[in-house]
Nanobody, 125 residues
Framework: QVQLVESGGGLVQAGTPLKLSCAASGRSFSTSAMGWFRQAPGKEREFVAA????????VYADSLKGRFTISRDNGKNTVFLQMNSLTPEDTAIYYCAADYRRRTPVTRLDDYDYWGQGTQVTVSS
């Protein structure tokens, strides 16, 4: 069984950078592609970013390219999401997810095997 625990969320002012972390345990982290998703109030969960097991390939939602950066540290079993130039529209619960079936990062929710409980990010104007 895999456990994913997100951290780093909080209340920030617009324009303030924020870095989320997701710590994994229970299975070989370096063999999993990892993704970040978010769900705003009243909206469906949407893809944010994903990274391959080695960290060499990343994928981003088109609307977030240039502001968000996904990275990972396989030695610490952790994946990160650096978020810059935040706006109130980025307010959401942010979830990390693990995919142990593919070696390339994917964007569909159904492709991920394990999910964390989420961390709330609230951006004030």
């Amino acid at each position: 069984q895999v456990q994913l625990v997100e951290s780093g969320g909080g209340l920030v002012q617009a324009g303030t950078p924020l870095k989320l972390s997701c710590a994994a345990s229970g299975r070989s982290f370096s063999t999993s592609a990892m993704g970040w998703f978010r769900q705003a109030p009243g909206k469906e969960r949407e893809f944010v970013a994903a990274i391959s097991p080695s960290g060499g390939t990343t994928v981003y939602a088109d609307s977030l390219k240039g502001r968000f950066t996904i990275s990972r540290d396989n030695g610490k079993n952790t994946v990160f999401l650096q978020m810059n130039s935040l706006t109130p529209e980025d307010t959401a619960i942010y979830y990390c997810a693990a995919d142990y079936r593919r070696r390339t990062p994917v964007t569909r929710l159904d492709d991920y095997d394990y999910w964390g409980q989420g961390t709330q990010v609230t951006v004030s104007s």
